[in-house]
């Protein structure tokens, strides 16, 4: 029994509060985790008035940010948290040796790596299914800036203009960071604990007291000089978004054991409940896993907005936005008519990570690629991959769907009302058949699951997708681009070729 309350004790980090685990009979390393989360707030709103770009440099920043965050995690995951020291370490070494033409592969595969070595140790060495805070949880969030920085390291050192996209070309770097300013980037007290991930512009324009710059377009000059006299305050949505944020905890504290998701697989349950109050409770039981995601990421938001990080410009009417790097809209998830909605409004920036990284630049089968790039940076519970591999099929399928059978509902408000009901209740249940084994983690109890359901959601996700195909990205992008081709003047496109064929002999 010592033994294993070393262990914990270890595993943990600081001991200081053990006292407050024991009255609130909650594990150890989650009140660490909330006790540093409120001390991280603290510390933004202090970082924001006493560290305000206007009065101290650049430098100091990096330094206070990166110390304090070093300081949270090592009393929240004690010495496991020099693994966040070691990744970064090694991968802004490979940036520096390799060259960027090609450090963004090896940036990837070496932080995936260690991330997934880390992942598999503490599952199958320490303890297999443990929920609670766990140190691999910061270092998804660090492998994610530093393969993000490495590829937009590439892109505004290696590559052409022309060849980036719009939103590339906001995002590339067109310099190689200092060490301080790249483990402020991956270790500031704001965002070591939960994330959320951010682009190395938008944090580096935030510690420098600049937000936007790179992004300020011709449409943006007005609130370009708003910004400039008059800095907005994020007191008021900092004070929302807290207040949501532990009204989540509070619903999850108190319904989190009335559904609990195991009883989906209870022999007797199936035996004995009808096939619509199974549905029921399925939809119930993973709707009360989701306010921890919310408490957590909505928290972490509060923490970066206090320091100022986070501003997003304005909106149509002169409201400030916080919106930047948020990592969740609430009820955008709830009420989603689409898995596709449903994916954009949930874990934002690890969508926008994927969707950077891998889907935007994979030349074959992009969604595939992207869910199992997921599964790998999840973890190493086959359960994660169980989900990931349903949620391919499930994607096709629900793509099907939107390409083929929307289109007859839209010629008037009553059939557009009818075929979103139909698809909200549709895409809430597929949701719930496609997470519950990320859930159980185990394969035995996930395919009990699904043998309980007869693979029925599989089976006709497979006939839609087959019977409903719908062409490839590039390809369905390669036809608009030729239907607009043709309804241009042909002397404007002879033309265009022209000037075109004149700049490639120039250069």
């Known amino acids: 029994m010592a033994d294993e309350s070393t262990r914990s004790t270890a595993c943990t980090g600081s001991s200081l509060l053990q006292p407050v685990s024991e009255m609130t009979n909650l594990p150890l390393d989650q009140v660490n985790f909330v006790v540093c989360q409120l001390c991280a707030l603290i510390s933004a709103f202090w970082f924001r008035i006493f560290l305000h770009p206007s009065k101290t440099s650049p430098f100091i920043r990096h330094v206070v940010a990166t110390v304090l965050g070093l300081y949270f995690a090592l009393f929240c995951f004690g010495w496991y948290a020099l693994h966040f020291l070691l990744q970064s370490g090694l991968t802004y070494g490979i940036m520096i040796l390799t060259g960027v033409e090609h450090m963004h592969k090896y940036c990837l595969v070496v932080a995936l790596s260690y991330l997934s070595l880390c992942q598999i140790t503490r599952v199958y060495v320490f303890d297999y299914g443990m929920y609670s805070a766990d140190f691999t949880g910061p270092m998804m969030v660090i492998t994610q800036k530093i393969t993000s920085l490495a590829f ?40 070591i604990l ?17 937000p936007r710059r790179h992004r300020e377009l011709e449409a943006d000059k007005q609130s370009k000089s708003r910004l400039r006299q008059d800095e907005p305050s994020p007191n008021v949505e900092v004070v929302r978004k807290v207040a949501t944020s532990f009204f989540c905890l509070l619903v999850f504290l108190s319904v989190c054991k009335v559904f609990p998701v195991e009883r989906n697989i209870d022999a007797d349950f199936i035996a004995n409940t009808p096939f619509y109050a199974q549905v029921v409770y399925l939809y119930l039981s993973m709707l009360t896993t989701r306010p921890k995601y919310y408490f957590v990421w909505t928290l972490a938001d509060a923490i970066n907005n206090a320091a100022g990080f986070g501003f997003n410009g304005y909106d149509s009417n002169g409201a400030p936005r916080w919106d930047l790097i948020s990592n969740l809209r609430i009820l955008n998830i709830e009420f989603a008519t689409s898995f596709k909605v449903f994916l954009d409004n949930w874990n ?11 889907y935007e630049r994979c030349p074959y089968h992009p969604t595939a690629a992207t869910f ?48 979103d009901v139909i698809t909200w209740a549709a895409t809430q249940i597929a949701i719930c058949y496609t997470v519950v084994p990320f859930v159980l983690l185990s394969v035995g109890p996930s395919l009990k699951f699904y043998r309980s359901w007869y693979f029925s959601l599989h089976i006709m996700c497979i006939v839609l997708a087959v019977v409903m195909p719908v062409k490839p990205r590039h390809l369905r992008l390669k036809e608009q681009q030729k ?6 003047d042909p002397k404007l496109l002879e033309a265009a070729d022209t000037t075109y064929s004149h700049k490639e002999k120039t250069s």
């Open 348 to 358: 934002i920036q690890t969508v926008q990570w994927l969707k950077r990284v891998c």
């Open 372 to 419: 199992i790039l997921s599964a790998m940076w999840h973890g190493a519970y086959p359960g994660y991959y169980l989900t990931f591999l349903t949620g391919i099929v499930v994607t096709l399928a629900a793509r099907a769907v939107r390409h083929k059978v929307r289109p007859h509902f839209l010629h008037s408000a009553a059939h557009k009302l009818l075929y």
């Open 194 to 210: 939960a994330g959320p991930t951010c682009s190395y512009n938008d944090y580096i324009a935030f510690i420098e007291g600049e």
């Open 483 to 488: 239907s607009c081709s043709q309804d241009l």
């Open 152 to 191: 937009e390291i590439h892109d505004g050192m290696a590559r052409k203009e022309e060849h980036l996209t719009a939103g590339q070309k906001i995002l590339a770097i067109r310099r190689m960071p200092s060490l301080l300013e790249y483990f402020s980037y991956n270790c500031n007290f704001m965002g």
